[in-house]
Structure formats: C-alpha cells, structure tokens
C-alpha cells in the first residue's frame, strides 16, 4: 500500500486527511477526525508519519485520555521504559542533545563568570546576596540588567531620551564598572538562559511521555524498523500484537495488515 492508498483508506473511514499544509510546524498533526501532514517533510517520510497519526486517531477512539495501562490493558511499569526507548529510537529529539549540549555550555560560562569574580571576591556564592555589588548597582541603570539581556531606558525631560543597554556592551555602557560586577551581571543572565533551557527540555520531556505520543511512535516505528522496535521493547510489542489481533486497536490492524 502506497501513501495514496493509506489516504484512500483513511478517508473511507470519515478521516479528513491534506497533504498540503505546513501541519502548523509540525510533520503532522490529528485533531478531530482530521490528519494534516506537512508538505515540506521527505516522500520517505510520509507514510510512517501517516501512521502515527494514525495512531492518535486510534487512540482517541478507545479514549482519548486513556493511559497505557487502558492501551495495552496490563499495569506492567515496563511498557513505559520500553516505549520511551522506542522513541528515542524512532524520533532523535527526544533525546534533547542540542538542549542538552547548550545547557552545558551555558553551565561552563556561568562557572567562569564566577570565577572571575571570586578573584575580587573570594567569599562570593551564587546561592548568597552579592552584597558588594547591590550597594554599588543601586544608582546605576546597569540594574536592570539583572533581569534582562536588553533594556531601553527612558531618560531625560519627558523621559524622551531612550538608552539601549545590553548584557554584551557592559563596559561600553559602564566603563568605571569593576571587573567582577560585569561578571555578575553576566553570570545572572547566564542563569536566566539555562533556566529557558531547563524550562524547554522539561516541556519537551513531557511531551514525550504522553500515552498518546508513546504509543503512535511505537506504531510509527514497528512500521519503519519492526525488528529493531522489538528488540527494544519486547514485553510491549509482544501486547500490542495480541491487542492488534484480538481487534482491541480496531481499524490500525488493517492500516497494517495492508501495508
């Protein structure tokens, strides 16, 4: 069975599926009886990508806040760690790596800064107040550095004077400013980036982990590297199968069966 002839089964089913869009940034999307994939993802790409949502839409049939225990009708911890290992297999960003090697990079330079400023400071600790530089800051339009990156400041009569300051033209901005001061100021911004990063690699963790999305790259892979996806998880492909063949994922047996 070819792409067309999965559309072709898919909309026999009442699914409306385009082929056409963007699929709002994603390879593809389901929502209501719907199914958009991006025409910008490769030809070897689409079919697999049909699938998994495919499989949201067979989800959602058997309910659509069902956990994996309802999708596989057993309470074995397993098929979660099984599943999470299919993903990381079957889709690479969930791994994170870039997020992940961004975070340590930002992690290094916060460890510099603050070296930096132990050199002029050496009881300084980032978990206590710098009381030295908040005594020296509270005059200072350099303040509002500690909260961002980039600031215009409203000066003058009327407040019609606008000046820019950022985190990277510190000493242009504050030439008398100490050494360890710019360092402050940069390691707080340091810590405000890893937070954005913590922050994104929780989300996309958490995306992941959803029943939902756990079991379409489950069906997504055993399409695209059956062999590979058992191996990986063998206690819930082995469930699925016996679900699949009992009718339990209803209209996905013959999705595969023809394919």
Not at 152 to 164: C, D, E, S, Y
């Amino acid at each position: 069975m070819n792409k067309y002839e999965l559309i072709k089964f898919f909309k026999s089913l009442g699914i409306t599926v385009h082929t056409t869009t963007k699929a709002r940034g994603h390879h593809g999307f389901y929502l209501k009886n719907r199914i958009d994939i991006s025409k910008n993802i490769p030809e070897h790409r689409v079919v697999p990508t049909l699938l998994h949502e495919f499989a949201h839409y067979i989800h959602s049939k058997i309910g659509i806040d069902t956990d994996l225990k309802v999708l596989f009708k057993s309470d074995n911890p397993v098929i979660e760690e099984e599943l999470l290992r299919v993903t990381n297999f079957v889709d690479e960003n969930s791994l994170c790596v870039r997020l992940h090697e961004h975070k340590s990079r930002v992690k290094e330079k916060i460890k510099g800064f603050e070296k930096v400023i132990k050199q002029d400071y050496p009881a300084f600790k980032r978990s206590k107040k710098f009381k030295e530089f908040d005594k020296y800051i509270k005059g200072s339009d350099a303040k509002y550095l500690l909260k961002y990156d980039r600031v215009k400041v409203l000066n003058g009569f009327f407040r019609r004077k606008a000046q820019i300051y950022t985190i990277d033209s510190i000493e242009h901005n504050f030439p008398e400013m100490p050494r360890a001061f710019a360092a402050y100021l940069r390691l707080k911004s340091g810590q405000r980036k890893q937070s954005r990063i913590c922050a994104r690699i929780n989300r996309y963790q958490k995306y992941y982990k959803k029943p939902t999305e756990l079991f379409a790259r489950l069906v997504e892979g055993l399409y695209s590297d059956k062999e590979q996806v058992c191996a990986l998880a063998p206690y819930s492909t082995q469930r699925f199968y016996e679900l699949l063949d009992e009718g339990y994922y209803t209209d996905l047996k013959t999705a595969l069966d023809k394919l």
